[in-house]
């Protein structure tokens, strides 16, 4: 360990591993696992946007180093889709980022906005990158408490004056990972009046934005009357075009932010590969039947599981977007070790809910990344256990 830094010693243990090792155990003993723990889309990326990158691909201008925010092109259909989708109007020039993945410019945004010992407020259960970010950038997190009771919204009354104070940023996830809560737009207004009155960034995590069903659409932060004063909001093609190792996503916003993370970006990386941005443009300025086909899949799957379940008596409340269920463990169990069990006598892996901060625990986030006759295997696995045995002693 002599030459590793503090920093990354100091890294919280990845939570996942333990479960990977026992898959490859059980695999190689001869098990089919199904892993329902990995939080991202097994469907392809539309043929559309393949067919652009290859055509992008050829061209040597393309080659070349992209400007530091990203190229015009790419800009631009951010910007457009922004006024599409929330008719919300962004200058393409000073408000829009590429970034390479929003996991990327959320790690990166850290670094550009907070000094040591800052605190910054994450949601718990939340996405694990957030409170790493933090760390890494010399910060501490504090947690945001959520209502579990009513969907998961911020219960910012329960933030203590000081702490609120004293917060330099917030980071809020709709539609959400882990729980898979969706809001609407009061919530941000809501959120958008905290962060104002106590000077904090909220920082708005959409990477799920495009990943709704029910009729459900989800709102921006930036339609929100002056939220610009106080709000960046991530997005990514991720999840809505299933682009999950193309690594591109964007971040909106506060001009001042936009232009603190370009900064320091410009010194890190130089922006992602053009015939990816081209590629992406193309999508987001694609009319979004790709994405809507996927999420019809995604909804079938999430009904299914969530009926089947509702069968066994694991609650989940139904959701309107993500591609996960947040289930309730039967009593008896801690998440780890009913996740354990699922792995060990079902051949199932979900993620303990306790990865995504104390608040998680006592429920397990399962993620819909496999097609439904893989979830009928799931269902029939999981009914021939006996999910009492640790509560009847
Ligand atoms: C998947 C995910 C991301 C990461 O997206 P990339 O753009 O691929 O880095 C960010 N936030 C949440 C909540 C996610 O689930």
């Given at each position: 360990?002599?030459?590793?830094?503090?920093?990354?010693?100091?890294?919280?243990?990845?939570?996942?591993?333990?479960?990977?090792?026992?898959?490859?155990?059980?695999?190689?003993?001869?098990?089919?696992?199904?892993?329902?723990?990995?939080?991202?889309?097994?469907?392809?990326?539309?043929?559309?946007?393949?067919?652009?990158?290859?055509?992008?691909?050829?061209?040597?201008?393309?080659?070349?180093?992209?400007?530091?925010?990203?190229?015009?092109?790419?800009?631009?259909?951010?910007?457009?889709f922004y006024k599409n989708q929330y008719n919300v109007?962004l200058?393409?020039?000073?408000?829009?980022?590429?970034?390479?993945?929003?996991?990327?410019?959320?790690?990166?945004?850290?670094?550009?906005?907070?000094?040591?010992?800052?605190?910054?407020?994450?949601?718990?259960?939340?996405?694990?990158?957030?409170?790493?970010?933090?760390?890494?950038?010399?910060?501490?997190?504090?947690?945001?408490?959520?209502?579990?009771?009513?969907g998961y919204v911020p219960?910012?009354?329960?933030?203590?004056?000081?702490?609120?104070?004293?917060?330099?940023?917030?980071?809020l996830n709709y539609p959400a990972?882990?729980?898979?809560a969706t809001v609407h737009l009061d919530t941000f207004l809501k959120a958008i009046t905290?962060?104002?009155?106590?000077?904090?960034?909220l920082?708005h995590d959409a990477a799920y934005d495009m990943v709704t069903?029910n009729g459900y659409q989800s709102p921006s932060v930036l339609q929100v009357p002056n939220a610009k004063?106080?709000a960046v909001e991530f997005g990514?093609?991720?999840?809505s075009?299933?682009?999950?190792?193309?690594?591109?996503?964007?971040?909106v916003g506060?001009?001042?932010?936009?232009?603190?993370?370009?900064?320091?970006?410009?010194?890190?990386?130089?922006?992602?590969?053009?015939?990816?941005?081209?590629?992406?443009?193309?999508?987001?300025?694609?009319?979004?039947?790709?994405?809507?086909?996927?999420?019809?899949?995604?909804?079938?799957?999430?009904?299914?599981?969530?009926?089947?379940?509702?069968?066994?008596?694991?609650?989940?409340?139904?959701?309107n977007g993500t591609?996960?269920?947040?289930?309730?463990?039967?009593?008896?169990?801690?998440?780890?070790?009913?996740?354990?069990?699922?792995?060990?006598?079902?051949?199932?892996?979900?993620?303990?809910?306790?990865?995504?901060?104390?608040?998680?625990?006592?429920?397990?986030?399962?993620?819909?990344?496999?097609?439904?006759?893989?979830?009928?295997?799931?269902?029939?696995?999981?009914?021939?256990?006996?999910?009492?045995?640790?509560?009847?002693?």
């Amino acid at each position: 360990m002599a030459f590793v830094s503090d920093k990354v010693k100091n890294l919280p243990p990845y939570l996942f591993s333990e479960f990977q090792q026992k898959k490859k155990k059980l695999e190689a003993e001869g098990m089919d696992v199904i892993d329902l723990g990995i939080g991202a889309p097994d469907l392809p990326a539309p043929q559309f946007v393949v067919d652009k990158l290859a055509e992008e691909a050829q061209k040597p201008e393309n080659h070349r180093y992209s400007t530091y925010s990203g190229c015009q092109e790419y800009r631009e259909a951010v910007a457009g889709f922004y006024k599409n989708q929330y008719n919300v109007d962004l200058d393409p020039d000073t408000e829009v980022l590429a970034v390479i993945g929003s996991k990327e410019g959320i790690a990166n945004l850290m670094h550009a906005v907070i000094n040591p010992d800052d605190s910054v407020l994450v949601p718990d259960p939340g996405y694990p990158v957030y409170r790493t970010a933090v760390q890494l950038a010399g910060g501490k997190s504090v947690s945001l408490p959520l209502d579990h009771t009513d969907g998961y919204v911020p219960l910012f009354n329960q933030v203590d004056a000081s702490t609120a104070q004293t917060a330099k940023a917030m980071f809020l996830n709709y539609p959400a990972n882990p729980t898979a809560a969706t809001v609407h737009l009061d919530t941000f207004l809501k959120a958008i009046t905290f962060a104002e009155k106590n000077h904090m960034l909220l920082v708005h995590d959409a990477a799920y934005d495009m990943v709704t069903f029910n009729g459900y659409q989800s709102p921006s932060v930036l339609q929100v009357p002056n939220a610009k004063e106080t709000a960046v909001e991530f997005g990514s093609l991720s999840k809505s075009f299933s682009m999950t190792g193309w690594r591109i996503g964007y971040m909106v916003g506060n001009k001042e932010v936009v232009q603190a993370l370009s900064a320091l970006k410009s010194n890190i990386d130089t922006s992602q590969f053009l015939p990816v941005q081209r590629a992406a443009a193309a999508a987001l300025t694609s009319d979004f039947s790709a994405s809507a086909a996927n999420n019809k899949i995604y909804q079938e799957r999430m009904e299914k599981l969530h009926d089947a379940l509702s069968e066994m008596g694991l609650q989940a409340d139904q959701p309107n977007g993500t591609i996960f269920l947040w289930v309730k463990i039967p009593n008896g169990y801690t998440s780890m070790e009913f996740a354990g069990k699922l792995l060990n006598e079902a051949g199932v892996i979900v993620t303990p809910g306790n990865a995504f901060g104390s608040q998680g625990e006592g429920y397990v986030r399962i993620s819909l990344s496999v097609g439904k006759n893989r979830l009928d295997e799931v269902i029939n696995r999981i009914k021939a256990l006996d999910l009492k045995e640790v509560t009847n002693g």
